[in-house]
């Protein structure tokens, strides 16, 4: 396995690997890895001939006031990690490299980036779309694999790589749960004490929107109080929202009638938490 630190030299790995008629995967990540991103080396194994995995904690992603400086990082434990998942180079550029002092070009999805995260990060899936773009063009992969966690940030970049004409398959790989339900994330390890408990509020609010759509319950405010109810009953637990969305636009649903993403974002304690379900499929 290499690691590689510039734009400049993952290129002309990647290059190389193009001329040499290999297929290249890239899962792209923030590092401090867990079994949901080794879930995407996986995806990318079966999918390509070689497959790298980037490790950047995106600054232009994170809004101020947000955990940027204490988002976790640990590269030996991340690099021993791709080694054994067989990861062929970890590419784990400089911010400064990437983001010089005169940076001015930003790469921005107008449309299903505007609700649910976007509307409570806003300025968040730019950071993202801008970095996604930037991977793409250092590491110039045939395929690239996305977690179903970040459901909405998958959609954006689907759109991107469709509007830009990037020639990248996307692929969006099934969320990985702890074994009691919790989706795995990497701001799981702030969930210290009770607050660890606590966060599996989510996954109960969603196992209790699926019982209601189950039962029959097809309005969009019914299904979602039913969410709110579970969630309310922990204290450390704040909604930043939940929505129930067309999987396809992410616009609000008023009736359950085909395909939904149920999507929610909650603080426990201090740390924002994502999840979601697809109900209607
Ligand atoms: O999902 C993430 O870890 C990040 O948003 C990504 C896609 C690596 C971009 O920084």
Partial sequence: MQLIRSARDMQAWSLAARRAGLRIGLVPTMGYLHEG???LVQQVRARADR???????????FLPGEDLAKYP???????RLCEGAGVDVVFHPEANALYPPDFSTTVEETALSVGLCGASRPGHFRGVTTIVAKLFNCVLPDVAVFGQKDAQQASVIR???R???????????????????LAMSSRNRFLTGSLRQDALCLRRALDEV???YAAGVRGADALQEAMEAVIRRVPSA??????IVDEHTLAPVAVVS???LVALAVKVGATRLIDNTVLGS
Avoid: K, W
């Avoid at 990082?73 to 690099?79: A, K, M, Q, T, Y």
């Fill in 51 to 61: 497959c790298v995995l980037s490790i950047f904690v995106n600054p232009i992603q």
């Fill in 210 to 212: 699926e019982r209601a």
């Fill in 258 to 260: 085909g395909p939904v």
């Fill in 163 to 181: 509007d830009l004409d990037f020639p990248v398959e996307i692929i969006v790989a099934p969320i990985v749960r702890e074994a009691d339900g």
């Fill in 238 to 243: 704040a909604i930043d929202y939940i929505a």
């Fill in 159 to 161: 759109r991107m790589a």
């Fill in 37 to 39: 991103h080794l879930s």
């Fill in 73 to 79: 990082r640990d590269l030996p434990r991340d690099e």
